[in-house]
């Protein structure tokens, strides 16, 4: 059993700064794939960023330059640091763990809120 638990979200301003993190608990293997995805009202749910194992990064066009993804020292924690904020950054952000077997779990997702 994995677990995932995101944590960071709330209220900012655009051109504001948050901070997201997951932390993993359960049967985990060192060698996995962790990213960020997220989901506005009426969206599909996209992917943010991505961090591999050897800690190769990547991002998808519309966050590149704003956001940061990265790893805690363990590599079962996984950071979003979101700066510049823009109101269409408002989404539910869920972190993403794939094992190196090919399962797949999520978080249950925290809320990120950019509005004057």
């Known amino acids: 059993q994995v677990q995932l638990v995101e944590s960071g979200g709330g209220l900012v301003q655009p051109g504001g700064s948050l901070r997201l993190s997951c932390a993993a608990s359960?049967?985990?293997?060192?060698?996995?794939?962790m990213g960020w995805y997220r989901q506005a009202p009426g969206n599909q749910r996209e992917s943010v960023a991505g961090?591999?194992?050897?800690?190769?990064?990547s991002y998808s066009d519309s966050v590149k330059g704003r956001f940061t993804i990265s790893r805690g020292n363990t590599r079962t924690t996984v950071y979003l640091q979101m700066n510049n904020l823009k109101p269409e950054d408002t989404a539910v952000y869920y972190c993403?763990?794939?094992?190196?077997?090919?399962?797949?779990?999520w978080g249950k997702g925290t809320l990120v809120t950019v509005s004057s």
């Open positions: 993403n763990l794939i094992l190196r077997d090919g399962r797949n779990f």
């Open positions: 359960g049967s985990i293997f060192l060698l996995n794939t």
């Open positions: 961090i591999s194992s050897s800690g190769i990064t």
